[in-house]
């Protein structure tokens, strides 16, 4: 296992919003975190992160226990995340935002990455010295998805990719992150469209008031009778 994570708990002050979860990504696999909002799956990228502290609990990547490590450290052990929103830096470039990604890399390989993702996501090379912010909204999440692969990263996660754009941009990045998985990448993916998220994951958790409630592939979280009431709309 690439990531493991055990018996976490968060607490924002005294309220408690993640209670006791267990769960695993392996190398190679996408795995989704699906449920409501407020269930808690943004919180727990948060604490994988290091953006919020653990209150208790075990976060272990790549064989280190990296519970409550620096987010600066996580990402230099490769841990990368595409945040909900975009998050990209408004007043600089599109090139600059790239190479932000890479800030925390010294080796010689940035110029041909940033061709690479330059390649993939060819409208960022038309917009490269266009102001992030004035992009439209599925160019911002191209944008922040080949920033966080500027980092190198081993594990990628997403929060909530799709938010706020467009079904055909959507689908759009529903195919970015396959493609990023056909490339051999791990993938940790908060996903507020469940059906997108289960057809996308090798393993999907339910989330449920800071609870893990259901686990197993995504083909069987898509044909389990809760999940398709409640989430999936038919």
Request: with cysteine.
């Given at each position: 296992m690439m990531l493991r994570v055990s018996d976490l708990r968060v607490s924002y002050g005294p309220i408690e919003v993640i209670h006791g979860i267990d769960l695993e990504v392996g190398q190679g696999e996408c795995v989704a975190l699906i449920g409501a909002n407020g269930a808690g799956k943004s919180s727990t990228l948060k604490a994988i992160c290091g953006l919020v502290p653990a209150k208790a609990g075990k976060i272990e990547f790549d064989g280190q226990d990296i519970t409550n490590w620096p987010g600066h450290a996580i990402v230099k052990a490769g841990i990368t995340m595409c945040?909900?929103?975009?998050?990209?830096?408004?007043?600089?470039?599109?090139?600059?935002?790239?190479?932000?990604?890479?800030?925390?890399?010294?080796?010689?390989?940035?110029?041909?990455?940033?061709?690479?993702?330059?390649?993939?996501?060819?409208?960022?090379?038309?917009?490269?010295?266009?102001?992030?912010?004035?992009?439209?909204?599925?160019?911002?999440?191209?944008?922040?998805?080949?920033?966080?692969?500027?980092?190198?990263?081993?594990?990628?996660?997403?929060?909530?990719?799709s938010l706020g754009l467009a079904p055909k941009i959507v689908a759009e990045v529903a195919h970015t992150i396959a493609r990023i998985k056909q490339m051999g990448k791990t993938i940790l993916l908060v996903e507020q469209n469940s059906l997108m998220a289960l057809r996308l994951a090798d393993r999907a958790y339910l989330f449920e008031a800071g609870e893990i409630v259901l686990s197993g592939t995504g083909e069987e979280l898509q044909s389990h009778p809760e999940v398709v009431k409640a989430y999936l709309g038919h």
């Open positions: 945040p909900e929103g975009r998050q990209v830096f408004a007043q600089m470039s599109t090139l600059q935002n790239l190479r932000m990604g890479a800030y925390a890399r010294s080796d010689d390989q940035q110029t041909s990455d940033l061709d690479e993702m330059m390649d993939m996501f060819s409208i960022l090379r038309e917009r490269a010295k266009q102001a992030a912010g004035t992009l439209s909204g599925g160019e911002q999440e191209m944008l922040a998805i080949a920033r966080a692969l500027m980092a190198r990263p081993k594990l990628c996660i997403f929060d909530e990719p």
